[in-house]
């Protein structure tokens, strides 16, 4: 009953530590009752409840595929999906905490802790949403750490805490205490320089950017044409300032852009008055090897020319294509509702009057590489544009808008968000969002984005905590098998 006790607690600190609860200090400490609920049991014991704990967890925090709104009989893939993602979520969190007993595990768990986040967001399958480092976004001082080692080396430093605080509290050792609480400080104290410290920029680019919060329906409803018309017709009247880029969201127009003489005119008639080049979502189809090929594209548009696309190159799993299936024919046959789009390939930032921006669309937001790429590449600012009206109102819109928030600290570059429902924004460079637009509410502002030209550590490094942390797990593994004659520690 005690152990039971102490994982119920655990599980409140952990859940309050995360959005939307914004309790930051809790995740410093939250995982200390369930380190002490699993001492001393076996190792089935300690997985069948860490997955418990896990799985309750991610079910909150997907719980929002229910509310998307999808074609019919598409309904009992969603529930299924509700069953399995976090259950498939939960592995990556089990297996870093069966390992608090160990000799090293100060040095072992928040090492195992940040390889299966990594390995949880890489590939096709890829979803890295919702990472421990996400408890910190209103932490002020401890989320700028991200501008040196990324979101992994929060996390990395999250479990640390954890680990250490637990061996105090079991050893009652002074020196941990006040190792603990020295580290503490000195980190926040470094990210609270960071975040004090001015940040200059002579150059601005002048965007304006528009939610229509015109809800998205089955291919083809004209009801949807005629609501998106009205909106941004009204923008064409509301907008008389001179801009040099405006941002519509994915999914901005219904149905294809480059084949639509009505949806060309409509752009063309507000860049005109706006002297702006605008960047838009839509699908495009590319003929490839004789066959039509569908992808997520951003249009960068001036009056009637199409000036440049981007063809987004992380789709969503079993969302916009079945992973694999342009590798493997026979995947294609399968049908869970899913899109038929193919990946892009380029990362090569846009150019709006010799200024250059990469582009995020929607679910490519979560990845740290992919903006990491693009600054490389040379873009001085961020765009994303995204389309969650498809998730109600959930929680799953605000955890995707506040994910973005990473990316502007690690690359240290200013973020414009546009959203057809919302949440649009400006994010600075150090992750507050000056300018914002809510859910389901029309809108649109103006703003003057500096523009950044240099590299952080993160853009020049990348996750090389990653990569410490696998030699750190690769050297106990030898030295329990080698130095200790093969003992498991």
């Known amino acids: 009953m005690k152990k039971l006790k102490f994982i119920f607690f655990s599980f409140a600190l952990f859940t309050f530590s995360f959005l939307p609860f914004k309790l930051f ?23 069948l409840i860490l997955l418990a704990f896990f799985y309750l967890f991610w079910i909150i925090h997907t719980f929002w595929i229910l ?3 999808v074609e019919p009989g598409v ?15 939960s ?23 940040i390889l299966f986040e990594f390995i949880r967001g890489r590939g096709d399958t890829g979803f890295p949403w919702m990472p421990i480092a996400s408890t910190q976004l209103y932490n002020p001082a401890f989320r700028m750490l991200a501008r040196i080692g990324g979101i992994y080396l929060i996390g990395w430093l999250i479990l640390l805490f954890n680990v250490l605080l637990y061996l105090y509290l079991k050893k009652r050792k002074l020196g941990i205490l ?50 998106t018309a009205q909106a941004f017709n009204e923008f064409y009247k509301e907008i008389n300032e001179k801009v040099e880029l405006i941002v519509f969201s994915e999914s901005a127009l219904p149905g294809y852009f480059r084949f639509s003489l009505r949806e060309q005119n409509l752009v063309k008639k507000i860049s005109k008055k706006s002297g702006a080049y605008i960047l838009l979502g839509s699908t495009d189809v590319q003929v490839e090897k004789g066959k039509k090929v569908p992808y997520n594209t951003a249009f960068l548009v001036k009056e009637d020319k199409i000036v440049a696309k981007y063809f987004k190159t992380h789709l969503v799993p ?14 294609q046959k399968l049908e869970f509702g899913q899109g038929d ?32 790429s693009f600054v490389l590449n040379g873009a001085q600012f961020l765009v994303n544009i995204t389309n969650d009206g498809w998730y109600g109102k959930s929680l799953g819109p605000v955890e995707h808008f506040e994910l973005l928030r990473y990316r502007a600290i690690e690359s240290e570059r200013f973020v414009i968000r ?66 200790s004659g093969g003992r498991n520690d």
């Open 75 to 89: 309904e009992k893939w969603l529930i299924l999906g509700l069953i399995f993602l976090p259950l498939y979520m």
């Open 318 to 331: 079993f969302g916009e294509w079945l992973p694999f299936e342009d590798k493997f024919s026979f995947l």
């Open 91 to 113: 592995v990556f969190n089990v297996v870093p905490l069966l390992y608090t007993e160990s000799r090293f595990s100060w040095l072992l768990t928040p090492s195992l802790w």
């Open 25 to 47: 200090p809790l995740a410093f400490i939250s995982l200390i009752p369930l380190f002490t609920a699993l001492e001393g049991l076996s190792k089935i014991k300690k997985t």
């Open 178 to 227: 006040i190792t603990w609480i020295s580290l503490l400080l000195l980190l926040h104290l470094g990210g609270l320089y960071l975040y004090l410290r001015p940040e200059n920029s002579s150059e601005k680019i002048k965007v304006a950017v528009f939610q229509p919060n015109v809800l998205p329906r089955e291919e083809y409803d004209p009801k949807e044409w005629e609501e």
């Open 418 to 483: 546009s959203a057809k429902t919302g949440i649009s924004a400006i994010i600075d460079s150090k992750g507050r969002v000056l300018k914002r637009i809510g859910l389901f509410k029309r809108g649109y502002f103006i703003y003057e984005v500096p523009l950044k030209n240099n590299f952080t550590p993160y853009t020049r490094y990348g996750d090389i905590i990653v990569y410490l942390a696998f030699l750190i797990v690769l050297s106990i593994l030898v030295y329990n098998k080698l130095g």
């Open 341 to 372: 789009y193919r990946p892009g390939k380029s990362l090569t930032p846009l150019e709006v009057n010799g200024k250059s921006f990469g582009i995020l669309i929607c679910f490519e937001s979560l990845f740290p590489e992919i903006t990491k």
């Open 67 to 69: 509310n998307m709104e």
